[in-house]
């Protein structure tokens, strides 16, 4: 249900606003930083982040919970990039980044982080994309997760002596 919804929410802002002139400006740095997640630059790209967000919380339930910390870091990755970027794609490898099981784990076999893996490299090579901040969103939540479970283990070992 949460995936339908936010698919449908980028579909209506998309419509509604387009890519509104202000998040390519220089003013109202952190409005763009809060806002820049839910505008696409033309419908192409809407419809791959859109097929991207229905292939990741498709497999893990959790996803929904974990879309407030994404935002969050999609946020703060923001002002790695050169130039002004949009769409919802850094928010997409904050969530992936999060969900990883841990690093022990084979979690990079699975076809989603293996796609998004391979997405991400072309980006890379191709200008107009912005490589660092969904590498950084990525990692950020990879460290996120990494922190979560550290508590987890630490605060259940505490538990135990009581």
């Known amino acids: 249900m949460v995936r339908i919804v936010l698919i449908l929410l980028l579909v209506a802002m998309q419509i509604a606003f387009g890519a509104p002139e202000y998040l390519l400006g220089t003013e109202h740095y952190w409005f ?9 630059a033309n419908f192409l790209h809407l419809v791959i982040n859109c097929l991207a967000a229905w292939s990741i919380f498709v497999p893990s339930r959790k996803c929904s919970r974990l879309l407030p910390a994404a935002f969050f870091i999609a946020v703060l990755v923001y002002p790695l990039s050169l130039r ?5 794609s850094n928010v997409l490898y904050a969530v992936l980044g999060l969900n990883t ?7 990079w076999k699975q076809p989603t982080v293996i796609v998004f893996l391979v997405v991400t490299l072309a980006m890379v090579f191709i200008p107009k994309f912005s490589a660092t901040t969904h590498i950084a ?8 997760a990494s922190l979560k479970r550290g508590w987890l283990k630490l605060t259940s ?3 135990r002596y009581y």
């Open 157 to 159: 070992d505490a538990r």
């Open 32 to 40: 763009r930083a809060l806002s820049y997640s839910f505008f696409h």
């Open 101 to 107: 099981p841990s690093l022990k784990s084979k979690w």
């Open 84 to 88: 002004p970027v949009i769409g919802f």
């Open 137 to 144: 969103a990525f990692v950020l939540g990879m460290a996120g």
